[in-house]
Structure formats: structure tokens, C-alpha cells
């Protein structure tokens, strides 16, 4: 199968039609429409086989965390996902293979309203890269930028089964079969934050993704807002499977510093931190308050019961 039979068979035609879409695949260039008193938001990930997944992941499972990675980027900016498009790089056209991938990325896509309109097909080793864009209405974006002192900082959810899922094949860990396999499924079907993301506007004071770790993702709130945080260790939230995890050592470092939890680090002031709380569990969302924002610029303390704890290593690092 040539390249441009295998864009007209996978990729074009598929998944959901946007009526702000003006031109599609198969020009030179996309053309779309930006609704009027709205901003466009930008985010561009790739992930490589064998640095960001395990070459054996499921190729259905590979699509869906391929868009919802950078989905998750548009929901920490408060964004509504509008369009993507992708370049993608094979050993080989694997026909069985494309279908699974691509089914998994438009199953989220068309989920959450996206519409696939190009992108760009190569010969290498496996390597995806895709361009999500978003809307947000004008000057509404969450940044990590507003954190104030007094902010009181909160998560989305659960932190640290799929680093615990990474970890477990890596070293060895004994965990069940169904617990193997709920993990997993965090890893390999990651939910982007999407409504909560869009919930948070004008009311959160900053936001992040955790994508690269907790500790390392509210170090960049840290840095952009000039100010510092204590973080309490016994609030973050995790799985049952995560509380029995020893030592506590590697729960820390899992739960704490490791990533691809995808999801969402915000700052809230004293006065919305009750309409937030309700506003999210009304989109299913439970979120969990674990520290404050201090005013020790930069400086980021971790308490166990009220104790001082070190920090564990830092999060993922891209080079």
C-alpha cells in the first residue's frame, strides 16, 4: 500500500466532520475557522517506541494515548479540542496494525468532538507526533503563571498506577492479574481532563498537567508564579493497589515523581475552592486538595503528618 492509499484508507473520511472545517485532508494545508471572541490553543507531542511506550503495547491502546496525551495539554489550558493532525512514522505498513491504531485514535477523537484534518505519513522507526488544537474563549486561558499565596492546591484524581504499571514489568513487581491489568489500562487509556479543564476557567489560578510527575509538574506552577508550596503526602490520592505498594519509598517516588498520571494540577483561591469542589463533582470529577501555595518563591517542602520529608527524585526528563 502506497502512502497516499494508505491516508484515503486509515485516516481520510474517518471519525467526525466539523462544519468549521473548511478544508480537510487532502490539500496542501487545513483550513478551519476560529469562532469569533475565541483564542486558538496549540500543543504538539511525540512519542517514540521504545523511549514513551513499550514497542508490545496493543496498537488500539497506542492511538488512544497517543491524541489523549495532548488532549490533556488543551484541557490544562481550559481549552475545548477542536482539530489534530499527525505524522507518523512506520517500519512498514502493517495493515492490521494501522486499523487497531487508527481505530483507537478516532474512537477518542470523535469521543471529544476532534476532527482529523492532515498530517503527514513516513518510512523510520515507530514515532507519532501529533498537532491538537483548541478553542478558548478570549483571554480565559489557564496558565501556570497565577498561583498566589494562600492558593490552596489541588489534584484531579489518582496518582501513580501507571508508573506502578511501567514499573511493575520492569522490575518485576508481583501484583495479580486483575491488578496488573486495571493498571494498564491507566497507562495504555489515559482520560484526559477535558470538561474539568474547561470547569476551571476563571477560577483557577493556575493549571498543569502531570505529565512528567506531580512534584516536577507543580515545580513549573512554582517557577512561573514566583512563589513556593507545601505538599502533604498523606492527601495525595491513590489506588487501593498504590496504598499497599512497599516499601513506601517506591509508593512515594510512584505516586510523587514519576508521571503519565494525566491529571490536572490547579491553584485555587480561598473564596472559589467550595464552587470548584462542587462545580467538578458534577462532571464526575472528585478533586483532592493536597497543599498550599507559600510565599518561599520556588521552594517546594513535602510533609508527612507534619513532618518534613526529602524530596524524591525528580520527574521524567526528556533528555
Same mark, same amino acid.
Given at each position: ?34 469562532? +469569533? &471572541? ?16 513499550? +514497542? ?13 496525551v495532548n488532549l490533556s495539554d488543551l484541557a490544562a489550558m481550559g481549552a475545548e479540542p477542536t482539530w489534530i493532525s ?16 487508527? +481505530? ?28 491538537? &488544537? ?13 498561583? &498566589? ?17 511501567i514499573e511493575a514489568r520492569k522490575r518485576q513487581i508481583p501484583l495479580g492479574d486483575k491488578q496488573l491489568k486495571r ?16 470547569? *476551571? ?48 519509598? *517506591? ?50 517542602? *513535602?510533609?508527612?503528618?507534619?513532618? &518534613? ?11
Open positions: 500500500m502506497k502512502e497516499f492509499e494508505l491516508i484515503n484508507h486509515y485516516f481520510k473520511g474517518r471519525g467526525i466532520a466539523r462544519r468549521d472545517v473548511k478544508v480537510g485532508i487532502g490539500d496542501d494545508c487545513a483550513i478551519v475557522t476560529v469562532p +469569533e &471572541k475565541h483564542q486558538l490553543a496549540i500543543t504538539t507531542d511525540t512519542l517514540v517506541a521504545g523511549v514513551h511506550f513499550f +514497542e508490545d503495547i496493543p496498537p488500539r491502546a497506542l492511538g488512544h494515548r497517543a491524541l489523549a499527525i505524522g507518523l512514522t512506520l517500519p512498514e505498513v502493517d495493515m492490521a496494525w494501522l486499523e487497531a491504531f487508527t +481505530e483507537g485514535m478516532h474512537e477518542i477523537a470523535e469521543y471529544y468532538n476532534v476532527q482529523l484534518i492532515g498530517g503527514d505519513t513516513t518510512q523510520g522507526p515507530l514515532t507519532i507526533t501529533i498537532c491538537a &488544537k483548541g478553542i478558548i474563549p478570549n483571554d480565559k486561558a489557564l496558565t501556570r503563571s497565577g498561583a &498566589k499565596v494562600g492558593d490552596w492546591i489541588y489534584v484531579t484524581g489518582e496518582l501513580g498506577d501507571a508508573a506502578l504499571a493498571l494498564e489500562e491507566k497507562l495504555h487509556f489515559p482520560t484526559p481532563r477535558v470538561a474539568a479543564g474547561q470547569v *476551571l476557567r476563571g477560577m483557577a489560578t493556575a493549571c498543569i498537567d502531570i505529565s512528567d510527575g506531580l512534584l516536577a509538574d507543580l515545580q513549573h506552577i512554582l517557577n512561573k508564579s514566583a512563589v513556593g508550596a507545601i505538599v502533604n503526602i498523606e492527601d495525595v490520592p491513590v489506588s487501593a493497589v498504590m496504598q499497599q505498594l512497599q516499601p513506601e519509598a *517506591l509508593r512515594r517516588e510512584l505516586s510523587l515523581a514519576y508521571g503519565d498520571d494525566y491529571e490536572l494540577l490547579f491553584t485555587v483561591n480561598d473564596s472559589n475552592k467550595g464552587a470548584v469542589e462542587a462545580r467538578l463533582r458534577q462532571y464526575g470529577v472528585e478533586p483532592v486538595c493536597i497543599g498550599q501555595i507559600t510565599a518561599s518563591a520556588g521552594k517546594l517542602e *513535602l510533609l508527612n503528618e507534619g513532618e &518534613k520529608c526529602p524530596l524524591p527524585r525528580s520527574g521524567y526528563q526528556h533528555f
